[in-house]
């Protein structure tokens, strides 16, 4: 009798070759956000809405496929930071200061779903890209078989529960967010 693979996340605690180690419980991870669509205005500030994060990224990582791509915020040097946040951005108003997100490892590793199985992995995924090496990129994704895509509301409860977790947002200088308000949603001008 074979049994299932009992680790969601097999490869979660490896080392990559190329990467500083596997991404630790006690990181924090990094989200680019690179339009004012992926936020919501709240009576605290700002949050991550599910629109920062696609089924396809969340979906099984294969070599063919993209990912919901994170860097580790205490290993990468704030040069590439800015160097990253600046090339992701879209918005005009963001073009000196792009804005990005933080979660835990922790808090993403959490997640569970109604069963009590756990929902999300988050790997070491060193890059190579047209801005060069990036050895502390990461991704998190969907830790079972891709649900199937025309599940809309699964897809949406799970998209919401791992942008509910970057609850740290801000402009990569560390300021306070200041969106271009026209264009978020959910949010009315701003005086």
Known sequence: MQFPNLCPCPGERDCPDGAPGAVGDNET????IPIS??????DQGFIVNCKAFTKDELAYKDKNRKSASLLSDELTARDVVCLRAKDRNREDGWA???VLARAKTSALRDLRDDCGRREACVHADP???HLGRCATHAYVRHAHRVPDKKDVM???VFRAKVA?????VRHVSG???S????????SAPLP
């Open 127 to 129: 890059t190579n890209d």
């Open 96 to 98: 000196h200061d792009p």
């Open 37 to 42: 669509e992926q936020l919501d205005a709240v």
């Open 175 to 177: 300021a306070a967010l």
């Open 179 to 186: 969106p271009p308000v026209s264009s978020l949603s959910g």
């Open 164 to 168: 509910t977790d970057f609850s740290d």
């Open 29 to 32: 991870v990094i989200r680019f």
């Open 154 to 156: 699964n897809w949406a």
